[in-house]
């Protein structure tokens, strides 16, 4: 079968299709046929080399297909099934630990940029109703992030205020995620057209924050000066700042990315003044992602793909994910040609 390896140090020039022997699914385990995946950040840390891996590595963690065959003892999927995988396979259910968070397909095991996969039944779930593979393939990272963030750790309510930071696939989920469960959303963009795609999603307000940088100011303006409860952290170091300070009293942070900085110096006495919170995410359980496929079902929630490419595009998907141009998710069609 067909993969994609990454050569150490790391970098786009050093993916490259490699043939891999595919193998049958022993005792717990499942073989699935790989069809697509999607881009996060973190798969560009590791193919870009800013995560160090071992050589060799087979990179990318979302990954959805088809069940090809069962291993002995496994009720729960069946051949001809559509699944797609957890980015955290070890997270099952409950609070995050150290030994829940390692196993990570493409960083600390081989991940989907292959055809065909073998891993245990628990690192999959199946995939919502009438999704397409690309669709499915979305969820793994990016919706789970936005997930958690807002329904377990924020526990949004109707009414609620949600402000979401730019155009990736977290913060696209984050609103369509916060507008079903009858929220109003502010968002963030340095684009005016991307704005505009994001009014059509269902944002009620929107920020162009190079045109207003203080785009703090103006969220307590459009909240007549209470703020936000709700504040989705792609930025890291360099808006969390202005995220305190958007922030209601009693309010909500959940921290998800650091594009905008790995550290800098944080208001730490506003944040402490607002008495809010500040919780950092990294994805979810697979309990996690069962519930969110749920509620994906039950609200006709479709993912914004921006873009597909062919498995052996893979370094040109990521040169378009270093564009900062997408809006949405870039998928791989791992069964293309």
């Known amino acids: ?4 390896k990454l050569t150490k140090p790391g970098g786009l020039d050093k993916l ?21 995946s999607s881009l996060n950040f973190h798969d560009y840390a590791v193919v870009s080399g800013m995560l160090k891996v071992d050589d060799g590595r ?14 002995e003892g496994v009720r729960e999927f069946a051949k001809g099934d559509a699944v797609v995988s957890c980015f955290f396979p070890n997270w099952q259910d409950g609070e995050p630990e150290l030994t829940k968070l390692i196993g990570v397909p493409g ?12 891993m245990p039944a628990t690192a999959f779930t199946l995939a919502p109703k009438g999704y397409s593979a690309a669709q499915a393939a979305t969820l793994t990272c990016a919706a789970l992030t936005a997930w958690r963030g807002l329904m377990v750790e924020a526990g949004i309510q109707p009414g609620d205020v949600v ?5 990736g696939g977290v913060s696209i989920f984050a609103l369509q995620f916060a507008k079903a469960a009858g929220c109003r ?3 963030t963009s340095s684009s005016d057209a991307k704005l ?4 059509t999603l269902g944002a009620d307000e929107l920020i162009n924050y190079k045109e207003t940088p203080d785009w703090a100011g103006r969220a307590l303006e459009l909240t007549d000066g209470r703020g936000v409860d709700v504040v989705v952290e792609i930025g890291g170091a360099g808006t969390l700042p202005q995220s305190i300070k958007a922030v209601t009293i009693g309010g909500h942070i959940s921290l998800i990315g650091v594009l905008a900085g790995f550290a800098g110096e944080i208001p730490t006495a506003a944040l402490f003044g607002k008495n809010a919170t500040l919780k950092g995410i990294t994805v979810g359980s697979r309990a996690q992602q069962a519930d969110m496929i749920r509620a994906i079902e039950v609200n006709g929630i479709e993912p914004v793909i921006d873009s597909s490419y062919p498995l052996a595009g893979i370094a040109d998907a990521f040169r378009h994910q270093e564009s900062q141009q997408h809006f949405g998710k870039i998928c791989l069609d791992v069964a293309a040609d």
Request: charged share 20%; glycine share 12%; no cysteine.
């Open 185 to 187: 959303v502010i968002s």
């Open 1 to 4: 079968m067909r993969a994609i």
């Open 58 to 71: 087979i990179p990318m963690s979302d990954g959805a297909g088809v069940v090809t065959a069962v291993g």
């Open 107 to 118: 960083d600390h095991a081989d991940g989907f940029a292959a055809e065909t996969v073998t």
């Open 16 to 36: 490259a299709l490699a043939e891999v022997d595919a193998r049958p699914p022993g005792p717990g385990e499942i073989q699935v046929r790989i069809e697509a």
């Open 163 to 167: 402000l979401t930071q730019g155009t």
């Open 196 to 199: 505009e795609k994001l009014k």
